[in-house]
């Protein structure tokens, strides 16, 4: 278990709707990262915030977005969604804002299903 | 997105049998990670590396960030079935994450 919790674990939905992910960082680490996962495909990385503010963006599309709460805990938003959507999404923390010896640790995902 | 050079992409190998990896890139690193995904799971880490030269092992794996801080191998000894998965590897400098493209291993007992 790597102390990072997502929720909910699978989520299905249609063409269109919008719906939120929630990610809780592992107990003290103030960095959160979303990743977007498609079938058999790599880690696509979205976006970083760091102690509730934005630190990073990837390849986040506009009908995306995330927040980070004074709680630590992160969430995405997905609006508008498209078929491509579909995907397991991922949110990751690690303890600061990017200093040496930083490791990353994942939480188990959501599957996300647009039908 | 930016993605690290992993290889091999796939391999199937023999129950018992060695396997090795590697990841390189164009620029440099401050730490080198390596994960294992199983399918419909999240990332697990492996093993992280956090000094040019640093050798270190986890059991039956074994992993090395390279001098140059551009490249790191791992190397899994005496495969067994469990070992089957999808092995990233991960380069971080300041806050950025970037992850190879993956290998996928396949063991046959």
């Known amino acids: 278990d790597s102390g990072v919790t997502q929720t909910p674990k699978h989520l299905i939905t249609a063409t269109g709707q919008r719906v939120t992910l929630r990610c809780s960082p592992r107990?003290?680490?103030?960095?959160v990262y979303w990743y977007q996962q498609s079938l058999d495909q790599g880690l696509q990385f979205l976006i970083q915030?760091?102690?509730?503010?934005?630190?990073a963006k990837g390849n986040i599309l506009e009908r995306f977005s995330a927040q980070q709460f004074p709680d630590l805990h992160s969430e995405l938003n997905l609006s508008s969604l498209e078929l491509g959507d579909s995907a397991l999404y991922f949110c990751?923390?690690?303890?600061?804002?990017?200093?040496?010896?930083?490791?990353?640790?994942f939480g188990p995902g959501t599957r996300l299903l647009v039908l | 997105g930016q993605q690290l050079n992993q290889s091999p992409q796939s391999m199937f190998i023999q129950e018992g049998e060695d396997v090795s990896m590697n990841c390189t890139s164009s620029?440099?690193?401050?730490?080198w990670l390596w994960y294992k995904q199983d399918p419909g799971e999240g990332p697990v880490l492996l093993i992280a590396?956090?000094?040019?030269?640093e050798l270190t092992s986890n059991g039956r794996l074994t992993a090395q960030f390279g001098i140059t801080r551009k490249d790191s191998f791992l190397n899994i000894s005496a495969s067994i079935p469990s070992d089957v998965g999808i092995y990233f590897c991960?380069?971080?400098?300041?806050?950025?994450?970037?992850f190879g493209t993956g290998t996928r291993l396949k063991v046959l007992a």
């Open positions: 620029s440099i690193f401050n730490t």
């Open positions: 107990s003290g680490d103030l960095s």
């Open positions: 990751a923390s690690s303890g600061t804002s990017g200093g040496n010896q930083e490791t990353q640790y």
């Open positions: 991960a380069g971080q400098w300041t806050y950025k994450y970037i």
């Open positions: 915030y760091y102690n509730g503010e934005e630190r």
């Open positions: 590396l956090y000094k040019a030269g």
